[in-house]
Nanobody, 124 residues
Framework: QLQASGGGLVLPGGSLRLACEAS????????MAWFRQAPGKERDFVAV???????SYGDGVKGRFTISRDNAKNTAYLQMNSLSLEDTAVYYC????????????????????WGQGTQVTVSS
């Protein structure tokens, strides 16, 4: 089970840190990712952290967002800086029970577990 938290209302240019806490099993060494979905749009890849702490980011967030994990806490984080209106969406965390190659890790269908989503609203 995954529990996402940390969303909220933030001004343009502001920052938020999302957390995704896993319970029931450990995902150490397995991919954990963040996706987001804006109203009327598909669920888009945001970031993934794979085995060996290898990270990958969606084109729209590179240089602004940072994914990390704390294996002791079985938690993944998404630090979001320089937020813009276009970042407004529901953010979902996901985890896989197998290792994924990079191209797989961008696809929602590759993940076995999903959190409930946390709303991020960027507005002035």
């Amino acid at each position: 089970q995954l529990q996402a938290s940390g969303g909220g209302l933030v001004l343009p240019g502001g920052s938020l840190r999302l957390a995704c806490e896993a319970s029931g099993r450990t995902f150490t060494g397995y991919p954990m990712a963040w996706f987001r979905q804006a109203p009327g749009k598909e669920r888009d890849f945001v970031a993934v952290i794979r085995r060996g702490s290898m990270t990958s980011y969606g084109d729209g967030v590179k240089g602004r967002f940072t994914i990390s994990r704390d294996n002791a806490k079985n938690t993944a984080y998404l630090q979001m800086n320089s937020l813009s209106l276009e970042d407004t969406a529901v953010y979902y965390c996901a985890a896989s029970r197998r290792n994924l190659i990079l191209s797989e890790s961008w696809r929602p269908a590759a993940y076995d577990y999903w959190g409930q989503g946390t709303q991020v609203t960027v507005s002035s």
